[in-house]
């Protein structure tokens, strides 16, 4: 049963929700790889998934750590929010380009911009915010100097505040339970950030009209999801939006937000 409308819980006022994105900057480190999409990652319209998307810029992620000698300095990092604007999906066959680069940090977490480019066309446009994580502790640790300087030479800011964007409260909300898999599980013993898209992808594929043009997919993470907990979807639609809570019993472990752009 799809999602019944309510407008006030599905859609935000928030300015921050609609800002564009920045744009690839002329000068700075922007790092570049590519590789062909999987046919793993596409749903029923040979089109790239928001969990492949997601996936994808946590391995560019990866390398673009190791292309910087930062691999073994700073290896791991958690995800509070990632933005996915869908401009024009990426549909199979394609080699797929992807530039990343930092769009705004502070001394303990970054703002990080991946543009993806199919070769056949389509173009999709994201940016996470990152948090680095000491790899002996797992808490949040300084960025090196180095790092600063590194990621720092394609943004001018440089005193990058955390912010909520998706925090509307849902009313009467349609229920789907979303049952957990001992694969969902990440290194921090929590659910992986790519699983949560997993469960936007089955909302949305309730909602055709809204994937049909552009759109942009907000997904903010509140607080860890262990295996076994009893995690189900709340979400509320508007047409042209539609708001989600990753929820274990009452309590909100992540929000997500999709509306046309």
Same mark, same amino acid.
């Given at each position: 049963?799809?999602?019944?409308?309510?407008?006030?819980?599905?859609?935000?006022?928030?300015?921050?929700?609609?800002?564009?994105?920045?744009?690839?900057?002329?000068?700075?480190? *922007?790092?570049?790889?590519?590789?062909?999409?999987?046919?793993?990652?596409?749903?029923?319209?040979?089109?790239?998934?928001?969990?492949?998307?997601?996936?994808?810029?946590?391995?560019?992620?990866?390398?673009?750590?190791?292309?910087?000698?930062?691999?073994?300095?700073?290896?791991?990092?958690?995800?509070?929010?990632?933005?996915?604007?869908?401009?024009?999906?990426?549909?199979?066959?394609?080699?797929?380009?992807?530039?990343?680069?930092?769009?705004?940090?502070?001394?303990?977490?970054?703002?990080?911009?991946?543009?993806?480019? !199919?070769?056949? !066309?389509?173009?999709?446009?994201?940016?996470?915010?990152?948090?680095?994580?000491?790899?002996?502790?797992?808490?949040?640790?300084?960025?090196?100097?180095?790092?600063?300087?590194?990621?720092?030479?394609?943004?001018?800011?440089?005193?990058?505040?955390?912010?909520?964007?998706?925090?509307?409260?849902?009313?009467?909300?349609?229920?789907?339970?979303?049952?957990?898999?001992?694969?969902?599980?990440?290194?921090?013993?929590?659910?992986?950030?790519?699983?949560?898209?997993?469960? *936007?992808?089955?909302?949305?594929?309730?909602?055709?009209?809204?994937?049909?043009?552009?759109?942009?997919?907000?997904?903010?993470?509140?607080?860890?999801?262990?295996?076994?907990?009893?995690?189900?979807?709340?979400?509320?639609?508007?047409?042209?939006?539609?708001?989600?809570?990753?929820?274990?019993?009452?309590?909100?472990?992540?929000?997500?937000?999709?509306?046309?752009?």
């Amino acid at each position: 049963m799809p999602p019944r409308s309510h407008a006030r819980s599905a859609v935000s006022t928030n300015p921050d929700l609609t800002a564009p994105l920045v744009p690839v900057p002329d000068e700075g480190y *922007v790092y570049q790889t590519g590789w062909r999409l999987a046919t793993s990652d596409i749903d029923e319209h040979r089109r790239l998934r928001l969990d492949g998307v997601a996936r994808y810029i946590q391995e560019v992620g990866a390398e673009h750590l190791a292309d910087a000698d930062l691999a073994e300095v700073h290896p791991h990092w958690i995800v509070l929010r990632t933005v996915i604007d869908v401009i024009e999906p990426i549909e199979i066959p394609s080699e797929i380009t992807f530039r990343r680069w930092c769009a705004g940090l502070s001394s303990r977490w970054c703002n990080m911009r991946v543009q993806l480019e !199919g070769s056949q !066309g389509g173009r999709i446009e994201t940016e996470g915010f990152w948090i680095c994580m000491n790899k002996d502790t797992l808490t949040p640790s300084r960025l090196t100097d180095y790092c600063i300087e590194r990621f720092g030479s394609t943004t001018d800011n440089h005193r990058l505040k955390w912010r909520p964007q998706v925090t509307d409260p849902l009313d009467d909300p349609v229920t789907t339970p979303f049952p957990l898999r001992r694969t969902d599980i990440d290194l921090f013993e929590h659910v992986n950030n790519t699983i949560y898209w997993h469960g *936007v992808h089955e909302i949305l594929g309730q909602l055709p009209e809204l994937e049909s043009k552009p759109y942009r997919a907000v997904l903010e993470y509140r607080s860890p999801i262990k295996y076994g907990e009893p995690l189900t979807i709340c979400s509320a639609n508007r047409g042209d939006s539609v708001l989600m809570h990753f929820t274990v019993g009452d309590d909100v472990r992540a929000a997500a937000l999709v509306r046309s752009i």
